[in-house]
């Protein structure tokens, strides 16, 4: 069975979000988990969590509890921002060999079924949980958080991130895909 390791933001200090209502990036990164977990469960995929109190320097305690869940995946979640709050799109930063890039162009091609502004993979070796998790990491800055549209896409859309991501997952693994919420299929009565 796949194994894969859920870290959604948990900064110490919360950056705001521009969709409004008091949204922050940690409660719509931990929102988009909640979003995945069924897909995962659906599609056989064992998964683990970071705790939520893992905040800041806790990152630390994260890292060492992915490294012993010893998982296929080491999978981060946050959202991006930048000084003209004007950019849009996914970056999908990964460690510059390995099997990163390629779960993250699969991650990019199921999302272009939906999300319009698109994306890139950026090779990084900076960030700690790419420089420390023993598992590939995909670290996903799923939209810019202070670009109004481009956040609003994220809130409104939640669930088809999810299930993008959890198609590119299942075509990593070779896996079937399946849809936690299709209606099932009542087979017809036998006709005599």
């Known amino acids: 069975m796949p194994k894969i390791y859920l870290s959604p933001a948990l900064h110490a200090y919360d950056n705001p979000c521009s969709y409004g209502g008091g949204c922050t990036e940690n409660t719509h990164c931990g929102q988009y988990m909640d979003e995945l977990i069924p897909y995962l469960d659906a599609c056989g995929i064992e998964w683990k969590r970071a705790d939520r109190r893992n905040t800041g320097a806790g990152y630390s305690k994260t890292i060492a509890e992915s490294n012993a869940f010893k998982p296929d995946i080491h999978f981060v ?11 849009q799109g996914s970056r ?67 669930r088809e991130f999810a299930a993008a991501d959890a198609r590119a997952l299942c075509e990593y693994f070779g896996i079937p895909f399946r849809d936690p919420y299709a209606a099932a299929v009542t087979p017809e009565p036998e006709k005599k």
């Open 92 to 158: 999908i930063f990964v460690w510059p060999n390995g099997n990163g890039k390629k779960i993250a162009e699969l991650m990019l091609k199921h999302r272009a079924a939906f999300y319009p502004n698109g994306g890139k993979v950026v090779e990084n070796t900076e960030l700690t949980e790419i420089r420390s998790t023993a598992a590939v990491c995909v670290y996903d800055e799923m939209v810019f958080h202070d670009n109004p549209s481009d956040v609003r896409y994220l809130h409104e859309h939640l």
């Open 77 to 87: 979640k946050h959202t991006n921002a930048v000084a003209a709050h004007n950019a």
